[in-house]
């Protein structure tokens, strides 16, 4: 069988190459459950070639599994298994509540591993038959890149804007680049339509200071308590000298919070 995955969900769609390409555990537990025609049909099949829709028309290659074997599990079980609790924050609705689905086994093999986020093939027909038998279409090769083209490449500082859920998805790359930048970031809230400002100068700069928003969602800070994370985008206000002091670091801070007026009750923070 040969599945090309184009999510529904805007969060999950975009997440899923950056899966793929560094959290492999949470997009096969993706592609474990299916809903009833689906998984009839997979139950037939020996291996499984997964692709990923990432342009009109084209398929961007996986991996190659084997179906290992399959189980009945009920959907508390189903919102047990390791990978959909960061599917559900990804939007992931997962099986109706009165159903008993399939969960299977899927093991990734060798074979063309090296053509991982580099194959890139056409996808026959109309793009909603998103799952196919190998033996009775054609997936013409439309090319192969030198590198994989998973992981996006890092925007520029000042242009880079993230949700709450990209947070905790953050390819290893830029992850990097993030753990070196020392600055003044900027939360908006796009439900509330305030702001906060923040600096980040300790350990791990700005990375360190994000982590802490992807966990709790709101870091510490009384106001942002009160706050959906789920509404909150973002960005980076300036970056500083690496080896800039502290003090200096949050005087920058302070002026950024009286030109956007973030101060309470006009904005979220509240000193």
């Known amino acids: 069988m040969v599945m090309r995955h184009r999510p529904t969900e805007k969060a999950l769609r975009d997440a899923l190459p950056t899966l793929a390409a560094e959290r492999h555990e949470i997009y096969n537990a993706y592609q474990c459950q299916h809903g009833e025609t689906v998984e009839n049909a997979l139950a037939k099949a020996s291996h499984l070639v997964s692709f990923i829709g990432h342009q009109a028309g084209r398929a961007m290659f996986i991996g190659l599994y084997e179906v290992a074997g399959f189980k009945r599990i009920d959907v508390k079980q189903y919102w047990r298994m390791p990978g959909n609790a960061e599917l559900r924050a990804l939007g992931t609705r997962g099986p109706k509540d009165w159903r008993s689905p399939l969960w299977f086994d899927l093991q990734l093999q060798p074979e063309l591993a090296e053509l991982k986020g580099r194959l890139v093939v056409t996808w026959p027909g109309i793009e909603r038959s998103w799952w196919r038998w190998a033996s009775r279409n054609h997936f013409a090769v439309h090319c192969i890149h030198e590198e994989s083209r998973l992981l996006r490449p890092m925007p520029a500082w000042n242009e880079l804007v993230l949700g709450w859920t990209d947070l905790k998805l953050l390819p290893e790359s830029w992850r990097q ?95």
Not at 217 to 234: A, S
Not at 266 to 271: P, S
């Open 177 to 271: 680049a993030l753990s070196h930048w020392r600055g003044v970031y900027y939360i908006f809230d796009t439900s509330l339509k305030q702001g906060y400002v923040g600096s980040a100068s300790g350990s791990e700069n700005l990375l360190g200071r994000w982590k802490g928003y992807a966990v709790s969602g709101h870091g510490g800070n009384r106001l942002l308590k009160r706050c959906n994370p789920e509404h909150f985008v973002f960005s980076i206000l300036e970056r500083v000298s690496p080896d800039m002091d502290v003090a200096e670091v949050v005087a920058i801070e302070n002026l950024w919070k009286q030109r956007l007026h973030t101060r309470a009750p006009q904005g979220l923070n509240d000193n």
